[in-house]
């Protein structure tokens, strides 16, 4: 069988080793070819599953002449490749993958993969200027979720979210979260020393704007305490000013590797992620496979990982305050800190699977989409 593979994900070529378990998996599953882009200063070719496009300047363009281009690219490579199914990630890119599928000609089935809620798109990402094309974005978005043959979700939220336009998804089953980087080591016990940590963009709908606000409440409750920030975006003024202001108490880096986040993660005692919006949220994943406790927002696809007093606390996004005390609590109650990260280390098998039984997962999707017989058959 052969499948299209359709996002607007940036891939760096050569393949690291977390991206190439994921296709040398899934390959071995199906034929694969992937439509995406290029990440800044990689190459846009070297490996023959892909089809990059190279970035365009200035960056403000960027989106717009992907997005431009996607069903005249969809539309090639249905008539080159002759797929059975094409995934596509995100109802936007999926409304036109449909447009370029008739484009074609072509008879393959289009599968929306949602990961998240697609209203956050043009209201919690980027520029305000982008709430505009609102209006534009969700007619599209409900033109895909309606058109679309087949549709697989993430989480119970997400289910909810397909629901509310009149459709059933046809299979839900996580996103693939390579996870070999967190569980290498045994569990660590929690540091004596009261540190948290939040790795994500420096995006509104993560929420920064909150948790900078909340730590500036609460550093000085726990004067002895620290906060590591992982992450660069568009709100790295409000960082960098919070930095500035609590230099004892808060450190930030750009970007860690993925063994590096494993150590910070050990390090904290407990992962912050107070995001307004999220779909399946990896980092969260990670931080249950090193045992350690999640405080996160009540937005999105969080509390479907994040259970309150089980494994975590939760919070409103909205709410620095509330924030504040939560954070504040896992840093002075280290019982509680304790039995939180306990039942986090627990629940973790929930949510990681290996790259073989994501493959699997998605093959059995496409042959019941495609009306394919299975391998026993």
Not at 158 to 177: D, I, N, S, W
Request: charged residues 30%; hydrophobic residues 45%.
């Amino acid at each position: 069988m052969k499948v299209l593979f359709v996002s607007r994900e940036r891939h760096r070529l050569p393949l690291d080793d977390v991206q190439r378990r994921k296709w040398d998996a899934i390959a071995a599953e199906v034929d694969v070819l992937v439509l995406a882009a290029a990440a800044d200063g990689s190459p846009a070719a070297g490996d023959a599953r892909f089809r990059l496009a190279r970035a365009v300047r200035p960056r403000a363009l960027d989106g717009l002449a992907y997005y431009a281009a996607l069903p005249v690219r969809v539309a090639r490579e249905l008539r080159a490749f002759r797929p059975d199914v094409v995934l596509v990630q995100g109802v936007h890119e999926t409304a036109l993958a449909l447009l370029g599928r008739r484009l074609a000609g072509s008879r393959a089935k289009v599968i929306l993969d949602l990961h998240g809620d697609w209203r956050t798109a043009t209201r919690l990402y980027g520029s305000p200027a982008r709430r505009l094309l609102s209006p534009a974005a969700d007619a599209l978005a409900r033109v895909a979720i309606r058109s679309a043959d087949a549709i697989r979700v993430l989480s119970p939220t997400t289910r909810e979210l397909v629901r509310t336009e009149g459709r059933e998804p046809t299979a839900m089953f996580p996103a693939y979260v390579d996870v070999e980087a967190f569980r290498r080591r045994s569990l660590q016990p929690l540091p004596e020393r009261p540190r948290l940590l939040f790795v994500g963009v420096l995006e509104r709908y993560k929420a920064v704007d909150t948790l900078v606000a909340a730590w500036r409440l609460a550093a000085p409750r726990v004067p002895d305490a620290t906060l590591q920030l992982v992450g660069r975006g568009p709100l790295r003024p409000l960082v960098e000013a919070l930095v500035r202001d609590l230099p004892r108490q808060t450190e930030w880096v750009e970007r860690l590797a993925s063994a590096e986040v494993a150590a910070a993660l050990d390090d904290a005692r407990a992962l912050l992620l107070p995001s307004r919006s999220e779909g399946l949220p990896r980092v969260a994943i990670e931080a249950l496979c090193r045992g350690r406790p999640v405080i996160g927002g009540r937005g999105g696809g969080t509390p479907d990982i994040v259970k309150d007093g089980e494994n975590g606390l939760l919070v409103d996004p909205e709410d620095p305050r509330a924030l504040a005390d939560a954070m504040v609590r896992m840093l002075t109650e280290r019982e509680l800190a304790e039995r939180l990260g306990a039942r986090a280390a627990a629940s973790a098998d929930e949510w990681a699977a290996a790259p073989e039984v994501f493959a699997a997962r998605l093959a059995a999707l496409f042959r019941a989409v495609a009306g394919s017989p299975t391998p026993d058959d």
